[in-house]
């Protein structure tokens, strides 16, 4: 029986479109293979919304969001944008994003492929094995905290002000996402506070250590993250899950995608209770080969596989498009930021032509 499900693509600025492109194509071909409908609907937000209609995320394209089965982003932003006031700018489309549909939690998983082993910037010894999962909380903390503006003081003075804060609540809910992402992985979760210096920390491993008391199958280590920003680097096999809070995520994310040679490879999802799920790859919009035909679409591929995995349960369409991928780098297919001697130089188009053939293998 055929399954039906709409998606809502936000293709954004820069490459996204391109990669997106490539995407739907591939996901054109899964749904043949699996007996998949998608219902696509397309929406604006970030730069080309701002473009268009004057804000970041306009109403309609939450609304669309909000009556879809899953979203799949490409990037957003760019230099066109840079100078906006910062709730105008590009971001502040992918902020309202995530806290209109409630996506609490961000997963970002960093995994080093045999085949692209070399082209991390560490040694083989050091990366060879590292499989992370990083789960990030995504609507609270010093991104959304308050007060917080640019305010003149008594001398004129500009002064700039952010409020990291957490509720008791909000840390629940991230723990137990990560407790039962650990649970399914090898049982291990290391939580990254700053808990020696901050009493928003304090109360976030406070509440992580009595939470774990429900997950006795899972164990529990804590690190300050400043430690563990240098334990990603020094020796990332000691890791497994990794939970923290929104700005320590955004950082220890991006330091662990870089352990695989290419940011450009890495997907990503972020999830709410009960709305669709939005799945998007970690790279920006690389405004600067934008249009050149020079875009890794392999990220923004595996953001679809993550959809068909976690938001449509359609584990074996995503396993096949994994699949495809491997096997695109196994036959030495490259874009030009993982490319190395000897292998194979593709364009987007041609990479996302390599992965169709794979598919239909």
Sequence with gaps: MTQNYRITLLPGDGIGPEIMAVAVDVLKVVGTKFDIEFAFQEALIGGAAIDATGEPLPTATLDTCRDS??????????????????????????????????????????????????????KREVVEGV????????TGG???????????????????????????????????????TARKRSGKLCSVDKANVLEV???????????????????LSHLYVDNAAMQLVRAPKQFDTIVTGNLFGDILSDAAAMLTGSIGMLPSASLGASSPGV???????????????????????????????YGLNQPQAADSI???VLQVLEQGDRTGDIMSPGMNLLGCQAMGKSLIQALDK
């Design 201 to 219: 920390s304090q109360v976030w491993r406070d509440r992580i250590t009595k939470l774990s008391a429900e997950y006795p199958d899972v164990e």
């Design 69 to 122: 089965d899953a979203v799949l982003l490409a990037a957003i932003g760019g230099y066109k944008w840079d100078n906006l006031p910062s709730h105008q700018r590009p971001e502040a489309g992918l902020l309202g994003l995530r806290a209109g549909l409630g996506l609490f939690a961000n997963l970002r998983p960093a995994q080093i492929l045999p085949q692209l082993i070399d082209a991390s910037t560490l």
């Design 322 to 324: 994994e699949k495809a």
């Design 279 to 309: 799945y998007e790859p970690v790279h920006g919009s690389a405004p600067d080969i934008a249009g050149q035909d020079k875009a890794n679409p392999l990220a923004q591929v595996l953001s679809a596989a993550m959809m068909l995995r």
């Design 142 to 180: 010093i991104y959304f905290g308050k007060p917080k503006g640019i305010f003149e003081t008594e001398t004129g003075e500009k002064r700039g002000v952010n409020t990291m804060v957490y509720s008791e609540s909000e840390i629940e809910r991230i723990g137990r996402v990560a407790f039962e």
């Design 131 to 138: 499989d992370i999962m990083v789960v990030r909380e995504l």
